[in-house]
């Protein structure tokens, strides 16, 4: 009577974790391909943060005038000193 219980007890359990359970070969090919793309991802943000460290680098010390890095930073931002004059032109016609 022990032997048909025991074997009963092993087929429902790996019934159970094949209907129910993560272990199988399809889930280990999902779990691979979860893994590459996150590791591709990674390398992608790594990349961009290694290109924006290159360009903070180059902005320190001798290598860019205070005075010039201040105006591009007004430009791009849009922005105007307190002592500058602002003179507002028509739109030019295409």
Do not use: C
């Not at 893994?35 to 290598?63: C, E, I, N, S, Y």
């Amino acid at each position: 009577m022990l032997p048909p219980v025991i074997f009963l007890g092993i087929t429902f359990y790996f019934a159970w974790n094949a209907v129910h359970g993560a272990r199988g070969l399809e889930a280990q090919a999902v779990e691979r391909a979860a893994l590459a793309k996150t590791q591709h991802d990674f390398a992608m943000a790594d990349a961009a943060r290694q290109q924006w460290q290159t360009k903070v680098d180059q902005l320190g010390g001798p290598a860019i005038a205070p005075d010039i890095l201040d105006e591009q930073a007004r430009i791009v931002l849009n922005l105007a000193a307190p002592a500058d004059l602002i003179v507002d032109l028509p739109p030019s016609a295409k």
